[in-house]
């Protein structure tokens, strides 16, 4: 390409993107709007690649009419200004996710959907890196695709957790096996509207045709809808934790079983996974049937599934402390995800909830307290907010703490011997940490000197 290729986003993904495209003998400009970002810092992770032209703000004239391709980290929207910008002028808008798919030699396995799509994407990597060794796990899940994809080759094996935001640049994208795992109302902030957000997660689909599969919660009737609709283009399957299906994977009984052609086989008791609550194994379903899919022997698969661990954040046991069970849920950044906490609670819980405030209502988090939740502490800007919403629902309850230390305290306090604390805070971490990890690293760090 003559032109330059300005990457934007000074991130882990678009770090990545440079080295990629260094790699592949392109001259990569790193741009970053927020002009507080520290070049010199980027410049240490740009090594050895650190010749790469940095800027902030704003771009000069010359470069601006250099440009001939956009590269979005998944951070930046399409209706930035940038975006918008360069989109105007007729340039290419590409997103990290697409210009990796650009280069993969291999199979692409891609995992989306509002809640669940770390765990499922974890297990799928674990069952194929342990079926195939030459296997990748990317994407969302903190590993840019970007910085694998030139390790592929024809007999390799890329997992993807892709989110929302990476799908919007999706140009090429075409996974062996996809699945959508839910959609519940979440970013709403970035996508303005359900129905985009339900568009950008059906995306996973839009190249796939009938040598693909897609996998999809029947449970849901917005997929379940869906894969009437796509089912004459790509091969699709169910999984259910609500239904015995004839056709597919569910959860009955406290069995995992497959159904095919009406006869059903019993594939595991929930016992015999490491993971906890109706949610994982959902997730487990989704993972069995994505390999089932790609022709991985069931034994192996099953194998695997025995033996995966709890994701970090994810309703992670931390530790007990004086007969209290401490969880960390911090990866519960919307609703849906912690009402999935809470129903994985099998006690008397005080939970911990509050954060930045992404425009949801949380009424149904509030209704799925059932009894359970003995005690709301509520951190961060969203307190008053899920406060007025708990009292409207009746639950009455309620303390308000400055920070993670003294919400744990106040937990703690509050708990007797064969209760639970459970951080899963229906919220983004943004103003009070940097992430959802940081946030969570925090919570383990206090329980651990408890």
Request: glycine share 2%.
């Given at each position: 390409m003559k032109g330059k290729i300005l990457v934007v986003g000074y991130g882990k993904s678009g770090i990545a993107a440079c080295f990629l495209l260094k790699e592949k003998g392109e001259d990569p400009i790193l741009f970053d709007s927020d002009e507080s970002k520290d070049k010199e810092s980027v410049r240490e992770k740009l090594k050895p690649h650190d010749d790469i032209t940095l800027i902030t703000g704003s771009v000069p004239k010359d470069i601006e009419d250099s440009v001939e391709m956009l590269v979005l980290s998944p951070g930046v929207p399409l209706d930035s200004d940038i975006a918008l910008h360069y989109k105007n002028k007729g340039i290419k808008l590409s997103g990290e996710i697409e210009l990796a798919y650009s280069y993969e030699k291999g199979s692409l396995l891609a995992v989306t959907g509002t809640n669940g799509k770390t765990t499922t994407t974890s297990l799928l990597g674990k069952i194929m890196q342990d079926y195939n060794h030459n296997s990748f796990i990317v994407g969302n899940i903190g590993n840019p695709y970007t910085s694998e994809v030139l390790k592929t080759n024809d007999t390799s094996v890329t997992v993807a957790e892709i989110s929302s935001f990476q799908l919007e640049t999706i140009d090429k994208f075409k996974p062996?096996?996809?699945?959508?795992?839910?959609?519940?109302?979440?970013?709403?902030?970035?996508?303005?509207?359900?129905?985009?957000?339900?568009?950008?997660?059906?995306?996973?689909?839009?190249?796939?045709?009938?040598?693909?599969?897609?996998?999809?919660?029947y449970d849901d009737p917005i997929l379940r809808d869906f894969g009437e609709a796509v089912k004459k283009k790509v091969r699709v399957h169910y999984f259910s934790s609500r239904e015995e299906?004839?056709?597919?994977?569910?959860?009955?009984d406290e069995y995992i079983y497959k159904a095919l052609a009406g006869k059903k086989e019993k594939l595991l008791h929930k016992d015999e996974l490491k993971i906890i609550g109706v949610h994982n194994m959902e997730n487990a379903m989704a993972a069995i049937a994505m390999a089932d899919a790609f022709l991985v022997p069931m034994e192996n698969i099953l194998d695997s599934v025995r033996s995966f661990t709890a994701v970090a954040h994810r309703i992670e046991f931390i530790k007990e402390v004086d007969g209290v069970r401490y969880y960390n849920d911090s990866k519960g950044t919307n609703v849906d995800a912690a009402i999935k906490g809470i129903e994985a609670m099998d006690r008397k819980t005080c939970l911990i909830g509050g954060g930045y405030d992404k425009g949801a209502e949380y009424d149904e988090w509030i209704d799925a307290f059932g009894g359970k939740v003995k005690k709301l502490v509520l951190i961060g800007q969203t307190r008053e907010k899920i406060a007025e919403c708990a009292r409207r629902k009746g639950f009455t309850d309620i303390e308000f703490a400055d920070s993670l230390e003294e919400a744990v305290e106040i937990c703690r306090k509050n708990s007797v011997k064969g209760e639970a604390v459970l951080l899963s805070p229906a919220c983004a971490s943004w103003g009070m940490f940097d992430n959802y990890e940081q946030r969570g690293d925090m919570f383990r760090e206090i329980v651990n000197s408890l």
């Open positions: 062996k096996v996809s699945s959508i795992l839910n959609i519940t109302p979440d970013h709403l902030n970035r996508h303005h509207t359900m129905e985009n957000y339900i568009r950008e997660k059906e995306k996973i689909t839009i190249n796939q045709d009938m040598n693909d599969h897609c996998i999809l919660n299906l004839s056709e597919g994977y569910f959860y009955k």
